[in-house]
């Protein structure tokens, strides 16, 4: 008489082949079963790494002159705005340079596109806040440069 495992009790310091094992005696069920277990596993792999691989090739990887001319600005620009924060890139070692990846660089695009136009100090509607407003108002000369 064949002793059947209690499958509801959690067992402790077992691997699955001892389990497979107790459980199914037969060991061509069993290699079918580890085969299927692991054709199913490396499956979903597959498809992951090429999920992750199609959206690496839609969202590539752009360098400083490349990320410079998408934004109409110079190379030493568009680093300057990656070291200020302004875009986000990464930076690969001093030989290797900046690199922004173009969704980053297209949504500072179209961020930068939706904010407003500032207003000059003198341009808006009200008093003037800057020094040459106000002197210009009370009718004074513009200060000159520095003596």
Do not use: C, Q
Not at 53 to 63: G, Q, V, Y
Not at 78 to 96: N, P, Y
Not at 100 to 118: G, M, N, T
């Amino acid at each position: 008489m064949s002793r059947v495992p209690d499958t509801a009790a959690p067992r402790k310091g077992g691997d699955i082949t001892a389990t497979a094992a107790e459980l199914l005696p037969d060991r061509g069920t069993r290699a079918a079963l580890l085969l299927a277990l692991l054709d199913e596993h490396i499956e979903a792999r597959v498809r992951e790494l090429l999920e992750k691989a199609t959206r690496a090739e839609a969202d590539p990887w752009l360098d400083a002159d490349s990320a410079g001319a998408l934004l109409a600005v110079s190379r030493e620009t568009a680093i300057r705005m990656a070291r200020k924060r302004e875009i986000a890139a990464v930076k690969l070692g001093s030989r290797m340079g900046w690199r922004f990846r173009r969704s980053d660089v297209l949504a500072y695009l179209e961020a930068k596109r939706r904010r407003p136009a500032p207003v000059a100090a003198n341009d808006a509607e009200g008093p003037p806040t800057d020094a040459a407003g106000v002197l210009a108002e009370l009718g004074l000369p513009a200060p000159r440069g520095r003596r």
